[in-house]
């Protein structure tokens, strides 16, 4: 069995979705082929400055643009984020190995992997079935490509949106957002904390800037050092460099310590020791959040899908939304002086978690070769 599962690198989420679920492939298939492809990773200078920058720049300079354009996307029902020949020129490399890896089947994990396989069933490059991921509690018409064969979605919201623009009720599964395997191990928060050098009670605060849009967690450090309030805030800038140059460059005071971590395999560890989460509401992040019964204050989502992520979370009593480091940092004081409602956030946040979506997802794919198996066991008797 041959698997290729196809993101785009926009923010972290798409692509550990899309490893989440090979990883389960490859393990419910031990001898299966199962490639994970970053179409960005592989596309020309050219395309990347023409698809990708625009996006990076709206979101730092100019949200309010983004926003219109993402809601024109939406409302007007774009066919697609660009024509079908920028992807063939731009990202001649995905198509290439579409042809000669000659998948049995295809697992899209963001929407433009959709429209490239769809493309590449279109022209001929391939038969194997494709199967969408959305990993956002939004979706948007592009999703919904004639050539997919079955979708998966977070919540019955995203399930409604597909079918109001056309797509097959019986396609849709319900199965939520696939998360690192990491999430389903257990670990011990006070060995955890002793780890990042926290000996006492106060409780630690885990800060997250998020794979998409500019970042201003050291403001809200350099808030929060300020509140007197004692706690022990980790922070994670991930691969964002600058980012993590600004955080080292705070210097914070007691009742509150700092530390900062550049890329960590810890995540999942770090959130199940933590009493608050602050981040960016990515559609992956806030599955992780649900799976560790983590409340969580948001700051400064972007317009569209991060703040309809937030909205879902904060609809279901588990998170408050902030804009800006003071508010960001007056939410989580208030939240970390007020134990019965951080509890009753906890609750609720992990009513939220689907522990089982990747495994669900996994199967998905699999059911989907079904008809491949029995045409091929049909020609071969």
Request: charged share 25%; hydrophobic share 50%; with cysteine.
């Amino acid at each position: 069995m041959k698997v290729l599962v196809l993101t785009l690198s926009f923010g972290s989420g798409h692509v550990r979705a899309a490893q989440a679920v090979a990883d389960e492939l490859g393990r419910q298939v031990p001898a299966s082929n199962v490639l994970v492809v970053d179409a960005l990773a592989e596309c020309r200078s050219l395309f990347r400055v023409c698809y990708e920058w625009p996006y990076w720049l709206m979101l730092r300079y100019a949200p309010g643009l983004w926003d219109r354009f993402s809601t024109a996307r939406v409302s007007k029902k774009h066919e697609g984020t660009a024509p079908a020949w920028a992807f063939r020129m731009g990202c001649p490399k995905v198509f290439a190995t579409i042809k000669s890896f000659n998948p049995d089947v295809i697992v899209a994990a963001e929407v433009a992997a959709c429209e490239m396989a769809a493309i590449a069933r279109r022209l001929g490059l391939t038969r194997a079935p494709i199967l969408s991921v959305i990993t956002d509690y939004e979706a948007e018409p592009i999703w919904v490509q004639p050539e997919v064969d079955a979708f998966t979605v977070p919540d019955e919201s995203v399930r409604a949106e597909l079918i109001s623009w056309g797509a097959p009720a019986n396609r849709i599964s319900i199965c939520g957002i696939p998360v690192d395997p990491a999430f389903d191990a257990m670990h011990d928060p006070k060995a955890v904390r002793l780890r990042y050098g926290i000996s006492d009670k106060s409780p630690m605060v885990l800060l997250m800037g998020g794979g998409m849009g500019p970042t201003k967690m050291h403001e809200v450090v350099e808030q929060l050092s300020e509140c007197n309030v004692p706690m022990h805030i980790v922070a994670i800038a991930g691969k964002d460099k600058r980012a993590l140059r600004r955080l080292k460059r705070v210097k914070v005071k007691a009742p509150v310590s700092l530390r900062v971590l550049g890329w960590t395999d810890e995540v999942a560890a770090l959130m199940q020791a933590a009493r608050l989460l602050v981040t960016k509401p990515g559609g992956l992040t806030i599955s992780e959040a649900a799976l560790c019964s983590l409340p969580v204050v948001f700051f400064d989502p972007i317009p569209g899908a991060e703040f309809v992520n937030a909205r879902r979370m904060v609809d279901a009593g588990a998170a408050v939304i902030a804009q800006g480091p003071v508010e960001t940092a007056r939410a989580i004081v208030s939240l970390l002086r007020a134990d019965e409602s951080t509890e009753v956030m906890a609750l609720r946040s992990n009513k939220m978690a689907r522990p089982t979506a990747r495994r669900e997802i996994a199967r998905l794919a699999l059911d989907l070769l079904a008809p491949v198996r029995e045409a091929t066991r049909r020609m071969t008797a």
